[in-house]
């Protein structure tokens, strides 16, 4: 089993939906969570940085952290065609450096 | 510079070469991380070096993969005898310190033929 699993999709939805993008993971001492956003042939650039449980938001993108399920998510509002990209979940734990990143999910918005 | 710098972006070698791939990092930061991108694979963690320790090569597949990083700057990845399974997207990434937001460089496409 992987330390972190995410479904690749690909997922299709049209403009102006609210997207929902998951992982889950085992290691249950990770403590910081992050999102990558990351554009065909193009490095993976960070959306959004989450420390232990919660919520954080910034603009359209919130992102949901829960440690009891090991689960987090990321919710993106009115999509647009430009968030047609992967993205990727990471995690690490409390002193670590090491980064464990999803396999990723590939998003569609349709115009 | 102004962002984490990869060349060459492209790379196709034949079967048992060996190759370089180059990183210059963004100035300033003490941390430099190499990853892997295989199709439809997450990142996999390769190798990490923090100011003057020692790296933490963990992540090497196998012992025809190893990396330097000259003057706490510039690191070079190198694959000798490469094989098939080695083409990926290699990718670099700096922070200022272990703890702070990486930044990714765009990533060196290696297909070996």
């Known amino acids: 089993q992987k330390e972190v699993e995410q479904d690749p999709g690909p997922l299709s939805v049209p403009e102006g939906a609210i997207v929902s993008l998951n992982c889950t993971y085992s290691?249950?001492?990770?403590?910081?969570f992050m999102w990558y956003r990351q554009y065909s042939r193009k490095g993976p650039e960070l959306l959004m940085y989450?420390?232990?449980?919660g919520n954080k938001e910034d603009g359209r993108f919130t992102a949901q952290v829960d440690k009891s399920s090991k689960y987090i998510s990321l919710f993106i509002r009115d999509s647009q065609p430009s968030d047609s990209a992967t993205y990727l979940c990471?995690?690490?734990?409390?002193?670590?450096?090491?980064?464990?990143f999803g396999a990723g999910t590939r998003l569609f918005v349709k115009a | 510079g102004a962002g984490v710098s990869q060349s060459p972006s492209n790379k196709v070698t034949e079967k048992g070469k060996d190759v370089e791939l180059r990183c210059d990092p963004i100035s300033g930061h003490t941390a430099l991380y190499w990853y892997r991108q295989s199709l439809g694979q997450g990142l996999e963690f390769l190798i990490y070096f923090q100011g003057n320790s020692a790296p933490d090569k963990s992540g090497l597949p196998s012992d025809r993969f190893s990396a330097e990083r000259t003057g706490g700057s510039v690191s070079t990845l190198t694959i000798q005898r490469t094989q098939q399974e080695d083409s990926a997207v290699y990718l670099c990434a700096s922070s200022l310190d272990a703890y702070t937001e990486a930044f990714f460089g765009q990533g060196t496409r290696l297909t070996v033929v």
């Open positions: 989450t420390y232990s449980s």
């Open positions: 990471a995690m690490r734990d409390t002193g670590g450096f090491k980064t464990i």
């Open positions: 290691n249950s001492a990770f403590q910081y």
